[in-house]
């Protein structure tokens, strides 16, 4: 769709629950299209036949990120640890929310420009510490909080 409307890649891809999948299978299929991801309480582990789109069998298990920066936003129903563990770039932020982090769409939005950013410049993802943020214990960058900003 992105390539159809001329915008060129590589792309920063978000996955929302089993749209967690579908980012991991581009990754897989197309690792120079895919500049970095976030997932959205998605879950990693998968064995998958996929012949509508691509004809063949993979597990979605061995997909790895490499140093592609990855932010994984866990919810309380999924792990995000084995997504996180994929990439030697990642961030694992604890929602603290049931299966609908997207419910929090700044966090969201926040997530992903900071994949985006690390991107742009090809810096890794700033260092983490654990902080809290909206009754949540999240692990997140020292010098930004994935948060709305205040422009109070």
């Known amino acids: 769709m992105l390539a159809g409307a001329s915008v060129p890649g590589p792309y920063v ?6 749209g967690g999948y579908m980012t991991m299978s581009y990754a897989l299929y197309y690792p120079s299209e895919t500049a970095g991801l976030v997932f959205v309480g998605s879950v990693g582990h998968c064995t998958c036949v996929v012949s509508e789109v691509e004809p063949g069998q993979f597990e979605l298990a061995s997909v790895s ?5 990855v932010v994984v936003l866990r919810a309380s ?3 995000g640890r084995d997504l ?17 982090v997207a ?28 902080t809290p943020r909206h009754g949540a214990r999240a692990l997140l960058p020292r010098d930004r909080h994935l948060a709305a900003r205040s422009t109070a």
């Open 77 to 79: 129903l999924t792990d």
């Open 103 to 130: 419910q929090e769409p700044q966090l969201v939005v926040e997530a992903t420009r900071l994949v985006a950013a690390a991107v742009r410049s090809g810096t890794p993802l700033p260092p983490c510490a654990q």
């Open 13 to 18: 891809l978000v996955g929302a629950s089993h």
């Open 84 to 100: 996180a563990s994929r990439a030697t770039n990642s961030i694992l932020v604890n929602a603290n929310s049931t299966h609908f």
């Open 65 to 69: 990120f490499g140093a592609r920066p």
